[in-house]
């Protein structure tokens, strides 16, 4: 079963690269774009019977080791690709 | 005394603090492979600078599950000496030994430069040796440096004194001028409640010889042994 998780830099974190890719954005005339934040995404292989079973691990792996919660806040899809999981 | 060097795949600068530790201080010192689980009866602990891991996902979130991060999580909740220098503190970080993340520079540049920091704490194993406020110039080499902290993590780290070292200008002001990566209030260094777990950006270990540029950064092994020395922050074995 395949899980998604994307981690990104909370909101009240500020964020030196995404504010670089939106300036160089910019420069090559999208200035339409307000703001750019930058973030990772994983996409995590998982051997489970359920849905259910692949997002709780995939939270599980993502409170451990994928995120880090002093700085980033993650959000896990499961499959189908609704958002399930908002942390 | 004998100071514990730990060697991550891809510390580079473990030689570094080993050799001020055995050559210029002419301590005992020893290289801990992170994935042995003894610290061989270390009287202090050095987490040193380099990649560990090549800083894949983030700069210190797989050395932290090293086995010997146990073995020095033990070491630290006992009272005994930690000192985690750039990559080293970015481990302690993420191994929740101390409060706080850090984020890519402010100028999104890997900076390798001599700087100014003023040692604020003279009560840590790191600063015991250190005249109040005194400055050093020595160098950083980090492109992840910025460090963050929620505003009340801040607060409590101001109010407790845990703020060892700030960057500041040749005259000591912590000024915006004078701080190289946007790190929240100038923080360069700070340490635990406890105040033996220590983790600073700069390399004191890469200035502790006049013949290469600073001699400023010596005075933070020296605190060990000094600290060490009088049975401050001994281990019970």
């Known amino acids: 079963m395949r899980a998604r998780v994307f981690v990104t830099l909370k909101p009240s974190v500020f964020d030196p690269q995404g504010t670089t890719v939106a300036e160089a954005l910019h420069t090559l005339g999208y200035v339409a774009v307000k703001d750019v934040r930058q973030g990772k995404y994983f996409e995590l292989d998982i051997d489970a019977r359920s849905a259910d079973e692949a997002r709780r691990l995939a939270s599980e792996a993502a409170d451990k080791l994928l995120a880090n919660p002093v700085i980033e806040s993650y959000r896990v899809e499961v499959d189908a690709g609704v958002a399930e999981v908002v942390r | ?237």
């Not at chain 2, 990559?87 to 929740?96: P, R, T």
């Not at chain 2, 604020?120 to 460090?147: K, M, V, W």
């Not at chain 2, 502790?208 to 010596?218: K, Q, R, T, V």
Request: proline share 5%; aromatic share 8%; charged share 20%.
């Open chain 2, 1 to 237: 005394m004998k100071f514990a060097v730990v060697v991550f795949p891809g510390s580079n600068s473990d030689h570094d603090a080993y050799y001020a530790a055995r050559h210029v201080l002419g301590q005992e010192a020893a290289f801990v492979w992170h994935k042995d689980t003894s610290l061989q009866g270390a009287d202090a602990v050095i987490l040193p600078g380099g990649f560990a891991h090549g800083d894949y996902l983030r700069t210190g979130a797989i050395a932290r599950f090293s086995p010997i991060m146990r073995e020095v999580k033990r070491f630290a909740d006992a009272g005994g000496p930690v000192l985690g220098i750039c990559n080293g503190f970015q481990v302690l970080l993420e191994a929740g030994l101390l409060a706080g993340a850090m984020l890519r520079n402010r100028s999104v540049k890997f900076q390798c430069e001599h700087v100014v920091v003023k040692a604020e704490q003279t009560d840590t194993p790191f600063t015991s040796a250190c005249r109040p406020e005194q400055l050093l110039r020595i160098p950083i080499a980090h492109g992840e440096g910025n460090y963050y902290a929620a505003p009340d993590v801040v607060e409590r780290l101001e109010k407790n004194r845990q703020v060892v070292f700030r960057y500041a200008t040749a005259a000591g002001a912590a000024t915006p001028e004078a701080n190289p990566n946007g790190s929240v209030n100038n923080i360069a260094g700070l340490c635990n409640e406890r105040r033996n777990v220590v983790g600073l950006m700069p390399h004191p270990e890469r200035a502790c010889e006049l013949a290469i540029g600073s001699a400023d950064g010596l005075v933070v092994l020296e605190s060990a042994v000094k600290s060490v020395g009088q049975g401050a922050f001994a281990v019970a074995r």
